[in-house]
């Protein structure tokens, strides 16, 4: 038994059956993982590790990865699945409940079978929507050279040669099956779109030798036959019951389809719900808004700043339980038994393991007990005109101490661009707001869980819609004499680092910029970024042959000469979604142009900073460049 495991970091949570798991580190590699588990709803159990080599359990899909591994309920056991980066195979083990005497040892499940290595190295990525069919073949999606592969692997056979049934046209994730494994589904999109812009779904009927006898992709008149369309988490409730998402409405909301025969796929119930997302950008594969069976259907739906969990019965809605929840991972439900993460403005990330079976109050928060951080800044709501006066949302972090007679203002600019703030605890606000600092964080047009039109706002127009937001805030912060005019910073991570150097670069209201790992080189990132993100710049500004001038017009790093204002950068030399380089490139300009500009680079880190000592390194520097450049 690993004492490391008492950290409970508790990444990648499942429930099956009365267990759950999930992943957490063990020993000081960063690099070594390994699954966890204990019963449900025992919160004190200590932990059993399940797989006792040295792994690195851990999903590189598509460039940004997701759930690196599945447990599936299979003849009474558990087989658990997973993907380990120091083999680049597909593992797995089979276990089964040990009876109630042995559970004073810490041991709730014992091993049938030993780990066993499936798959052969492959020189690319498995995904861990992993399907098991009644003859024991194991059936996942891969990708080997910039293409994607829906395969098999024989669970009664070791390093064996993974085998492909078919290949995709580009993309394809997210796949599923019945509960007799006869029939699958899957999403499969295509250049120049990404997953939440346009998708197909696609249904197989699998033979008994594992192959495919058909393969349907569904089109219907009042859904995608006209328009483009994205489809979320395709998730089987039933023999021939299908339940997913799509955006055809404006917001993802949800479809019920039935699959009795693959020919002739019909609705069978929509849930149509403005203002309301049961779904968000496929940025990671694996993401759950859905979960259960039709007899306890359980789902996510975002509405405003906070998540709802829904109830269904067979396809009937129940009730809904709001929550205080502003962001949700590692959704799963067994039966009537719900598990998820929950995150709020002032407390971090809980595991709630509900039990529906019991009578559960309406608001079932009240069930839960919150460690809340007392002192700290709570997110207000704050609508304003933003590009082409649309109302365009954010969020506002007031001063939690006096320091000045008028407090500077810090502007965030998030990341993806596809993403968004969801107001959930953040200790960077937080450091600022206890420094007396105005934090606002700006979905600007383009950010998501503001349905699909407030989505497309970006189209074309990254590096203008999003940095004009920004500069509209700040002005209507500082027409309402809520802030010093003369102390307006913005920062911005990776994309978020683009949107904040233009604002530099057009217009006079900010003074300074702090930036992570920056996107300066358009030309270069659509050259040089992974695979699923090298046409993302197609929506966002446009085919490159016809929008040649945009591309170079757009990129900071063409015009950095033209700012004199302090910048402080940030940026991993392991970067593989932009590349240092670039930054090197403009590092002797910067500091020329002004003597507080500085760049910082740390060997060890990627996109997306990892070590808590260079997060603090990051924190310190930024202080000491605020107080030369504002003069504090």
Not at 325 to 330: N, V
Not at 338 to 351: A, H, Q, R, T
Request: hydrophobic share 35%; net charge positive.
């Amino acid at each position: 038994m690993q004492t490391e495991s008492k950290k409970k970091a508790f990444k990648e949570l499942t429930i099956i059956r009365n267990t759950i798991f999930w992943i957490d580190g063990v020993g000081e590699d960063q690099n070594e993982n390994a699954i966890f588990a204990r019963p449900f709803n025992e919160k004190e159990a200590f932990p059993q590790k399940l797989t006792s080599k040295k792994y690195n359990i851990k999903n590189n899909f598509h460039g940004y990865g997701g759930k690196s591994y599945k447990c599936i309920n299979f003849k009474n056991n558990y087989y658990l699945i997973w993907i380990d980066q120091i083999t680049k195979a597909v593992w797995f083990q089979i276990f089964k409940e040990v009876t109630s005497i042995y559970r004073s040892k810490n041991k709730y499940l014992d091993s049938v079978q030993e780990p066993r290595q499936l798959s052969k190295s492959i020189n690319g990525n498995f995904d861990s929507s992993f399907v098991i069919s009644e003859n024991f073949f194991l059936y996942g999606i891969c990708e080997i050279n910039n293409r994607d592969y829906l395969f098999s692997l024989n669970l009664k056979k070791t390093k064996q040669d993974i085998h492909r049934i078919k290949k995709f046209k580009n993309f394809a994730g997210e796949l599923s099956s019945n509960i007799s494994s006869n029939l699958f589904s899957w999403l499969e999109w295509d250049s120049p779109y990404m997953p939440w812009e346009k998708n197909d779904l696609f249904f197989a009927q699998i033979d008994l030798n594992g192959e495919i006898q058909k393969i349907k992709k569904f089109s219907n008149k009042l859904i995608n036959s006209k328009k483009n369309i994205s489809f979320f988490q395709p998730y089987w409730i039933s023999e021939t019951l299908l339940v997913c998402s799509e955006d055809s409405s404006g917001w993802w909301n949800l479809l019920f389809l039935d699959v009795s025969e693959i020919e002739n796929i019909f609705i069978k119930k929509r849930v149509q719900r403005n203002l309301t997302e049961y779904g968000a950008p496929q940025w990671v594969s694996g993401i759950k808004f859905i979960s259960g069976t039709i007899k306890n259907l359980f789902c996510l739906a975002k509405k405003e700043n906070n998540f709802i969990v829904e109830q269904y019965k067979d396809l009937e809605f129940v009730k809904e339980f709001p929550t205080s929840f502003t962001s949700i991972s590692d959704f799963s439900v067994f039966r009537k038994k719900v598990l998820l993460k929950g995150y709020g403005s002032d407390f971090f990330g809980i595991v709630c393991e509900i039990d529906f079976a019991e009578k559960v109050l309406s608001n079932f928060s009240e069930k839960i007990f919150f460690d809340h951080i007392k002192d700290c800044s709570k997110p207000e709501t704050f609508w304003f005109k933003g590009f082409e006066d649309q109302p365009t949302h954010s969020f506002l972090y007031r001063p939690l101490v006096e320091n000045f007679l008028k407090p500077p203002l810090l502007v965030r600019a998030h990341s993806g661009p596809t993403s968004c703030f969801d107001g959930s605890y953040n200790s960077e606000v937080q450091y600022w707001t206890s420094k007396g600092f105005f934090v606002a964080e700006v979905n600007y047009g383009g950010s998501s869980g503001f349905g699909k039109a407030y989505r497309e706002r970006l189209n074309n127009k990254w590096g203008i819609v999003d940095s004009h937001d920004c500069k509209a805030l700040a002005l209507e912060l500082l027409k309402l004499n809520l802030v010093d005019n003369d102390k307006v910073v913005i920062f911005g991570n990776s994309a978020g680092g683009l949107t904040a150097l233009n604002c530099l670069l057009y217009g006079s209201i900010f003074t300074a910029a702090i930036c992570k790992y920056p996107v300066i080189d358009l030309e270069d990132m659509r050259y040089n970024t992974h695979r699923f993100e090298k046409y993302y710049l197609n929506s966002l500004v446009g085919n490159y042959e016809k929008n040649h001038d945009e591309y170079i017009i757009r990129s900071p790093i063409n015009q950095i000469n033209k700012i004199k204002k302090p910048i402080l950068l940030f940026h991993g030399k392991k970067d593989k979604v932009i590349s240092y380089k670039q930054t090197l490139k403009i590092q002797e300009i910067l500091i020329k142009n002004n003597k507080y500009s500085e760049v910082i680079f740390f060997e060890n880190e990627g996109h997306g900073f990892k070590s808590i000592e260079n997060k603090e390194i990051v924190m310190q520097k930024s202080w000491e460049f605020l107080k030369n450049a504002l003069n504090i």
